[in-house]
Every structure is written in C-alpha cells, then in structure tokens.
C-alpha cells in the first residue's frame, strides 16, 4: 500500500438513512475542497461545515456536514476529511466518483486502521481490536475489545518489555566488563526478575482460555445414545428448528453447530451423532467426530431417556460434564422436573420436547461456565490465536533463560533467550527492540565512569 496517496472509502455499513465518506492523506481536504461549494483549506481541524457536493458534470448532488480534522489529530494520524451525505447508493457511488477524478483513489481493505498503525496511532494489537470491537455481540466482547483498543494489553506487554530490557542491559554489561569478572546485580535479585517475567506472561497465556470462549462461544457437546432427543435438545436449547428431528436412529451424521446468549455469555451448542456400534462406515465417520467434539468441548450434556445408558466415555478434569434424561413427560409429572446432584455430575429431568425443565438447565450453564460478564478493566484477557502462540513462545524463551542461569551457563546464552522472549512479545504490538534500544538503555541507566 502506498501511503502517500489519499484514499477515500465509504465508512458506514450500506442500506442506512445516513453515509459517511472518509477521506483521508497528504491531499485530503484540499480533493475535497475541490468538489464542495465552500472553501475548506484554509479550514481548522475539528470543525464542521455545511455546504453542497457537485458531481463530476457540475450539478448539484447533495446537502452534505464536511468534518475536517487536520494532523496528527485523526484516526489515521493524516489530514483527513468526512463526508456525511445520504444514504443513497447514487449519491455515494457519485460521490467516490468525484473523489477519484479529484485524486483520490479508493482505499483498499484494512488501510484506514494500517495507516494508523504505521503513523502511531495504534499499535498491531489495538488495530486487531478494532475488528474485534465492530463484531462484538456481547457486553463482554465489547468490553474485551474496549480494553484492549484502549492499550491495557499493550500496557501490559510494555512493562513486561520494560523489564525484560532491563535484565537484557545488565546482562550485557556483564559480558562488556567479564574481564574484570564484575556483577551489575545480584544472581538473587535477576532470579526474582525473571521470576516476575515468567508468571506475569504464564497469567496473559492462561488468560485465553476465557478470552477464546468469551469471544467465541463456550463450547457444548450434546452426547448420547441415538433417538434419545439431542436434536430436539439442540433446537429447544437455541429457540428454533435448527436440527432435523427423526425418529429413525443415526439420522444426524454429521456435527450441526449453533449458537445462543445466556446471561450476556455466548454457548456454542454443537449436537453430534448417536453413539452406538455400527457397521455403516458413514454413521461411524459420525460417531467419531461426536467422541472429538466430546473431547473438546468445555460442558459436555450426556444425554439418555429411561432405561437407556449413558455413552461410557472418559473426560477432562477441568471438563463440565451434566447428565440429562429426556422424555420424562411420559414417565414424571411436570412438577417433578429437577435435577440431583450426583459423584459424576448434575443429574437433570428434562422434556425437550415441551420445553419443560429447560430453563433449569440453561441456568446450569451460566454456573459451570463460571465466565465474568463484566471484564476487571485492570488485566487483561488474550482471545487473540496469534497474540496466544506469541505468549507461548515467549513464555518458553523466559523459561529456558530461567533453566540457563539456574545452570549457571555463559552470560550470552541467558541474554540470547532474554532476548528471544523480548522479540515474541514485541511481535504482538509490532514494537520490535532493536540493538539501539539496549545500548540506549544501558548508557541511560548503567552508564559507568560517565
């Protein structure tokens, strides 16, 4: 991408009563001064105008607010114009048109939020949270995203590098002077240092287990027996018809996921195959992937009917596992639908059919899930795949550095794995530490006979 030019792009969702047209580059309001009818270059950031829009034969398309905002005082960190017309797709397709004959050219996916990112206005894990931010469903995913995009993770992630550049100087200085054999700290105190670095890291690695479910979905295995109900379960559990239901045995062969809102926490409910022995190579293909996605998932619903048993399976110990029997409308008056606690898991009464017990056990769910809908602005939970790997690479560098200096191996072995950890996390907000950084530290810091 190049980003001396100006780009222009439609900033708001198509089909609303309103547009906004953002253009955004070294010769932004000037291209938009040329096709609005009231002088805006001389015009100060942060202010409004009102004025009319021609079209590239001169005629007159439409009222429209320009908001001008001048550098670095805007979202790309350029000097930037928006154009709020109406939502007509005539207007907005005449509009770019304008802009493009004017100079302009049409921005590309992501280059609003790149061009951020390259001027300092984020860094890489705020620009993700922006994508994260626009598709949040939930008050816990907004306030995920918030958090994020407001630089708590990356806050985080700075005084980790902090201190890691710390250790990293000291080191260095120890390998400048070993001649001398002289220590610029005690064994004890880069001990406790690394001690730090190592579990602050491990608590940002753990925390994804949270931020992944928060984020999408807590995963539910529906598992049983065929024809015992889990389709029914599934669609009575999401409120519609999202399963075929049959009472032909191993109907469902295939994993048939969908996804539902508790107490503000997202389920994933995935219902599976009818586990049995079989000698169709298809129903079996079935039955495996119910046995994997019974492995996977964080609650796993068994569930049978009267005088039919549950699956023998082996579980998790961090697993939630909830047994059910259906159909108990034809064996249990409605006023006996409740559920008993039990050595391997909650025993619920249930008809999936007519809903009756249902609401028991959605509430079951919010309990095992034991997820916050309300995120403590003060840490942070990674639900970022990348941000996760990074965390787990720059968690095993800090340990090998920790396993190196226990050993009392060279100096330089220990700095290259300080260093290691400190180029993981710094791939996370894309704010590398280069060799300059280092030096920079030590002679601010450490300098010696000044």
Request: charged share 20%.
């Amino acid at each position: 991408m190049n980003t001396q030019d100006t780009i222009c792009a439609l900033a708001t969702p198509p089909g609303g009563a309103i547009a906004i047209v953002r253009v955004s580059g070294p010769n932004a309001i000037a291209i938009t001064d040329d096709i609005f009818s009231k002088p805006i270059k001389e015009a100060k950031g942060f202010s409004v105008h009102l004025g009319q829009i021609m079209d590239m034969d001169g005629k007159l398309l439409d009222e429209v607010l320009v908001s001008v905002f001048r550098a670095p005082h805007s979202y790309t960190g350029e000097d930037s114009a928006e154009i709020s017309c109406h939502g007509s797709p005539y207007i907005v397709q005449n509009l770019l048109e304008s802009l493009i004959w004017s100079g302009a050219r049409q921005a590309k996916p992501g280059e609003y939020t790149m061009r951020a990112f390259m001027n300092g206005k984020l860094d890489l894990s705020q620009a993700e949270a922006v994508a994260d931010l626009i598709s949040s469903s939930t008050q816990a995913t907004h306030q995920m995203a918030m958090s994020q995009l407001r630089g708590q993770f990356s806050k985080e992630l700075a005084d980790l590098q902090q201190q890691l550049l710390h250790l990293t100087s000291l080191l260095e200085l120890e390998l400048d002077f070993n001649d001398q054999d002289v220590e610029f700290a005690g064994r004890q105190q880069l001990s406790e240092l690394m001690d730090n670095v190592e579990q602050h890291i491990s608590q940002l690695a753990d925390s994804f287990q949270t931020g992944n479910a928060i984020k999408n979905g807590i995963p539910v295995a529906i598992i049983g027996a065929p024809n015992v109900g889990k389709s029914t379960l599934l669609n009575a559990l999401v409120g519609e018809e999202r399963a075929l239901v049959s009472n032909i045995q191993g109907t469902t062969r295939d994993l048939i996921e969908d996804t539902t809102q508790i107490d503000g926490i997202t389920f994933r409910f995935i219902d599976t195959a009818g586990i049995r022995k079989t000698h169709n190579q298809l129903e079996q293909m079935g039955i495996e992937r119910s046995i994997q996605a019974a492995e996977k998932a964080k609650i796993v619903l068994l569930v049978t009917e009267n005088d039919v048993s549950f699956p023998e399976l082996r579980f998790r110990d961090d697993q939630v596992v909830l047994q059910v029997i259906n159909k108990c409308d034809q064996t249990l008056p409605s006023s006996s639908y409740l559920y008993h606690r039990q050595p391997t898991g909650d025993l619920f009464h249930i008809s999936a059919a007519k809903g009756d017990g249902i609401e028991l056990l959605r509430r079951a769910f919010v309990h095992a899930a034991s997820m916050p809908t309300n995120l403590d602005a003060s840490h942070s939970a990674v639900s970022n795949v990348r941000h996760y790997h990074a965390l787990q690479q720059a968690l095993e560098a800090i340990r090998r550095a920790k396993q190196a200096f226990a050993d009392q191996m060279p100096t330089d072995l220990v700095a290259e794995d300080l260093r290691g950890c400190l180029h993981h996390l710094a791939e996370i907000t894309g704010s590398e530490i280069t060799s300059e950084d280092v030096l920079h530290n030590i002679f601010s810091n450490f300098c010696v006979g000044k």
